[in-house]
Each structure stands twice: as C-alpha cells, then as structure tokens.
C-alpha cells in the first residue's frame, strides 16, 4: 500500500505500488491523497483468473480524473504468454468491465499490462477474449489512420521505384531525397500507432524525436530545392540540375545539416517529446529546440516559399509572352502546377504530424487522415509534375530565341514580315516576301540580297530582283 499527496497543477512522476502494480497520476485541479493498494486476487469479487493482482485505487476527498485526462496503470499478469486486458469492478452490475479502458502495451516494463483510465475505481487483469466485441466506430480511431499510413507507405515507395528506374532521363536527386524520406518518416508514424500494442515505447521518445526532427528537417529543405530546379529551368539553362556541385550541396542541405542539428540537440539534451505513443503526450519546448528544430524549418519553408512565388511570377511572364506555341505553354502549366502543389505538401505535412501527436478524438482522428490523405496526392503530383519537365527543354525564354527562330524558318515565313501577293507577266499569283525593318533584330539571319522573289509555277527556281 502506498500514500502520497495528489498536488494541484504540478507534474506527477510514475509510482511503482509494490512488485505488480504501477501507477501514473494526471495533472491535478485540485489538491488530494492518493492510497493505492496493490494485492493478490481474493475471493471477495467474481474473478475468472484468481492469480494476477488486482489494485484499488481511492481518493481521500473523493476528487475525479480531470475531463480529458486519463490515468496510467500497471499490471503484471502470472501467465505472461496470454493476452490480457485491464478491467475495473462495476459495482451497480456487480462485474467486470472495460469501459473508459485503453490498454497501452502488453509488454511494459518488467512484464507490465500498461493501460490508460479515466476513472478510479478497482482494477485487475482478465483474458481479452471475455471481452471480444464486434467493430465499432470507435475501432475506427485506431483503423482509419493505420490505413492511410500505410497507403501512403506504398505510394511513396511506388513513386520511388518509378523515379529511380527512369531510363535517358536525369532525375533530381531532390525529388529522390523527398520520396525516400517520406516513405521513412511515415514508417516511422506507422510505428508510433501500432508498435504501443506489442511493446512498450516509454524508454523510446528520444529517439523518435530525434528521428522525426531529422526528416522533417530534411524534407523542409528539399522543398526548397524543388522549387529552385522549377524556378532555373524558367530562367536559365537547366544543364547545371545535375551537376556534381548542385548534388553535393543538395546532401550537405538537406542530410548532413539536419544530422548535424540532431547530434547538437541530443548533447544539449533538448527533448520536448514524452510519452509519445500514448494520449498523454507531453511537449515542453525550451530554447534549445526552437534553435534546433522550428527555426531552420521556418527558414525553409520560407525559402522553399519564396522561390515558388517567383517561379509562379515568371511562368505567368513567359505564358504572355509565347500564348502562340501550345508545347510551351503546356509545360509551363505544369511548372505552376508543381509549385501549388509544393506549397499544399508543406501544409499536408507539418499539419499531419501535429495531429499525430493529438490524434484521439473523432475530429482530431478525421483531420489527421485528411492531411496523410492530402500528403499522399500530393506528392503522387508533384512527382508526375517534375517527371514532365525533366523530359522537356529550358522553360525560360533563351537569349538567342534559337527555338523561336527555328520555328519561324519552318514556316517559311519570319515574324514581323508582311507577305505580299503579286500578279506575273502569265496572269498568275505569285508570293512575294519582303524583309523590312522589324527583322533588324534578327540581324544574324538577314540576307545578302534585299529581296526574294519566287515563282510559284517554275518552284523551287528562285530568280533574284
């Protein structure tokens, strides 16, 4: 038996209540005394399984678990290779219930049963299948985000097998770097909700954090880069993407950088993340993680944010200017498509890990699904997207208009050259095509002689006047 005093607004640290039981107090609103009893099954309560503990918890003034909190209890159960679930005594149906019971971990520390309560009442271990019920819509809080992990584990390692097996065509090694960090860091979540069932990942929440910091980070960066391979192929010649320099500073960026701010961050001892896998997550920021972490993920996204906005700005420019050639036009849709897209996988990411870490809930659990949803689409487009216009030329307008000019001779005409129909001596039409003064610009294609004359029925005679 264990007492101890039950402080309003101040931290309760986990009490071990003899050899079997374990017990974890909320935040408090008001002031109190605990007792909590830990003891072998007695014959005084129905109880299937006589051999595990049962714990009494009671409140000396009566108080309650705050609403929207919940209590945290251990039980270490004899027959260890038996699935069990915790229970409390309902006293109006004189038997044993699993409401307002979540179990954490069947293999806590030492062995322990690890659930969550939001009542105290007289706890104990029975045999989960007493309690198998069909599934519920509350099944659906642990289902619906499990499956859209795990869809969205497939799609990125689809999407990654499709770019590395592209064949006469270089891939950004940004885009790489995105699919391949997205399929680890939503393995990582894919973890978080399942692995708690199994085993207990109270001495883990460390390293979670700094695994998330690091690909979070990363992938911050890497939307920076993504929007400056867009915003060059728009405004200079795109053969520098892939050049050794380009790709050395993109792993310095966006691998090294971030691994770096993680090893400063584990010596400084700037976690903020506890009791990750559980509904009483707690985060405690402090100096050090705002260094480390939120604020090179603000300048990144700033960043990643400003070169969207200016490629955005010169796709609109150069639509203006070339409304006349379909092909172009057609890719700088999708260069402005990829940018929007960009900026919706910023959103869709950091919104999906703040409601992982808040996830229980209906609304929190809808909204959760939503952004892995929303994530998932967009990554699938902004690969389809670069994919595009990696296969295409130079986005941008080119200093010498090759393109333009090559298209202009195949037409058989220039820009800015009036074609002007003639009657010869024999009665018949006949084209005549002069340069005038608007081909000054095109001063390196200019003829020698001042006009062409030719004769559509001697064609292809050219007589010179």
Request: with cysteine; proline share 4%; glycine share 4%.
């Given at each position: 038996?264990?007492?101890?005093?039950?402080?309003?607004?101040?931290?309760?640290?986990p009490?071990?209540?003899?050899?079997?039981?374990?017990?974890?107090?909320?935040?408090?609103?008001?002031?109190?005394?605990v007792?909590?009893?830990?003891?072998?099954?007695?014959?005084?309560?129905?109880?299937?399984?006589g051999?595990?503990?049962?714990?009494?918890?009671?409140?000396?003034n009566?108080s309650?678990?705050?609403?929207?909190s919940?209590?945290r209890?251990?039980?270490?159960p004899?027959?260890a290779?038996e699935?069990?679930?915790?229970?409390?005594?309902d006293k109006?149906?004189?038997?044993?219930s699993?409401?307002?019971?979540?179990?954490?971990?069947?293999?806590f520390?030492?062995?322990?049963?690890?659930?969550?309560?939001?009542?105290?009442?007289?706890?104990t271990?029975?045999?989960?299948?007493?309690?198998?019920?069909?599934v519920?819509?509350?099944?659906?809080?642990?289902?619906c985000?499990?499956?859209?992990?795990v869809?969205t584990?497939?799609v990125?390692l689809?999407?990654l097998?499709?770019?590395m097996?592209q064949k006469?065509?270089?891939?950004?090694?940004?885009?790489?770097?995105?699919?391949l960090?997205?399929l680890?860091?939503?393995?990582v979540?894919?973890?978080?909700?399942?692995?708690?069932?199994f085993?207990?990942?109270?001495n883990?929440d460390?390293?979670?954090?700094?695994c998330?910091q690091?690909l979070?980070v990363?992938?911050?960066?890497?939307?920076?880069f993504?929007?400056d391979?867009i915003?060059?192929?728009?405004?200079?010649?795109s053969s520098?993407?892939?050049?050794?320099?380009?790709?050395?500073?993109?792993f310095?960026?966006?691998?090294?950088a971030?691994?770096?701010?993680?090893?400063?961050?584990?010596y400084?001892?700037?976690?903020?993340?506890?009791?990750?896998a559980?509904?009483?997550?707690r985060i405690q920021?402090?100096?050090?993680?705002l260094?480390?972490?939120?604020?090179p993920?603000?300048?990144?996204?700033?960043?990643?944010s400003?070169?969207?906005?200016?490629?955005?700005?010169?796709?609109?420019?150069?639509?203006?200017?070339?409304?006349?050639?379909?092909?172009?036009?057609?890719?700088?849709?999708?260069?402005?498509?990829?940018?929007?897209?960009?900026?919706?996988?910023m959103?869709a990411i950091?919104?999906e890990?703040?409601?992982?870490?808040?996830?229980?809930?209906?609304?929190?659990?809808?909204?959760?699904?939503?952004?892995?949803?929303?994530?998932?689409?967009?990554?699938?487009f902004l690969?389809?997207?670069?994919?595009?216009?990696q296969?295409?030329p130079?986005?941008?307008?080119s200093?010498?208009?090759?393109?333009?000019?090559?298209?202009?001779?195949?037409?058989?005409?220039l820009?800015g050259?009036?074609?002007?129909?003639?009657?010869?001596t024999?009665?018949?039409?006949?084209?005549?095509?002069?340069?005038?003064?608007n081909?000054?610009?095109?001063?390196?294609?200019?003829?020698?002689?001042?006009?062409?004359?030719i004769?559509?029925n001697?064609?292809?005679?050219?007589?010179?006047?």
């Open positions: 038996m264990k007492t101890f005093n039950w402080v309003a607004n101040a931290e309760n640290f009490t071990n209540i003899g050899q079997s039981c374990y017990l974890e107090m909320p935040r408090s609103e008001v002031s109190d005394q007792r909590a009893i830990c003891m072998g099954n007695s014959t005084l309560y129905p109880i299937v399984k051999s595990n503990p049962i714990m009494s918890i009671e409140m000396d009566g309650k678990i705050p609403k929207g919940t209590a209890i251990g039980l270490k004899i027959n290779s699935n069990y679930t915790c229970v409390y005594f109006n149906e004189n038997g044993w699993t409401s307002g019971i979540k179990v954490l971990s069947r293999n520390e030492n062995g322990l049963v690890l659930c969550e309560v939001n009542h105290f009442s007289l706890f271990l029975l045999p989960e299948s007493m309690f198998i019920s069909p519920s819509f509350t099944d659906l809080n642990h289902l985000p499990t499956l859209t992990t869809i584990v497939i990125s689809f999407l097998l499709i770019s097996l006469n065509m270089l891939v950004d090694p940004a885009l790489l770097l995105v699919q960090l997205t680890m860091s939503h393995l979540q894919l973890g978080i909700m399942t692995l708690p069932r085993i207990s990942l109270r883990y460390s390293q979670i954090q700094l998330l690091f979070l990363s992938l911050a960066a890497l939307l920076v993504l929007n391979t915003y060059t192929r728009l405004t200079q010649d520098q993407l892939f050049s050794w320099c380009r790709t050395s500073l993109i310095f960026v966006a691998i090294v971030p691994v770096l701010l993680c090893i400063s961050n584990y400084l001892d700037a976690f903020v993340l506890q009791n990750i559980t509904k009483q997550q920021l402090n100096f050090a993680f260094c480390h972490f939120v604020l993920v603000v300048v990144f996204v700033l960043m990643a400003g070169y969207g906005v200016a490629s955005l700005y010169k796709c609109r420019h150069e639509k203006n200017r070339s409304r006349s050639i379909p092909e172009k036009n057609k890719n700088l849709h999708n260069a402005a498509r990829a940018v929007w897209v960009s900026f919706l996988l959103i950091y919104g890990i703040t409601f992982l870490f808040n996830r229980f809930g209906y609304m929190k659990v809808a909204l959760f699904c939503l952004f892995q949803i929303l994530y998932c689409m967009g990554l699938f690969s389809c997207y670069h994919l595009r216009l296969s295409t130079v986005l941008g307008e200093p010498t208009r090759t393109l333009e000019r090559k298209r202009d001779i195949s037409r058989d005409h820009l050259a009036p074609i002007k129909t003639t009657i010869d024999n009665g018949h039409f006949s084209y005549r095509e002069s340069i005038e003064s081909l000054s610009k095109y001063s390196a294609f200019k003829p020698v002689l001042d006009s062409i004359y004769d559509s001697v064609s292809p005679m050219v007589s010179m006047v």
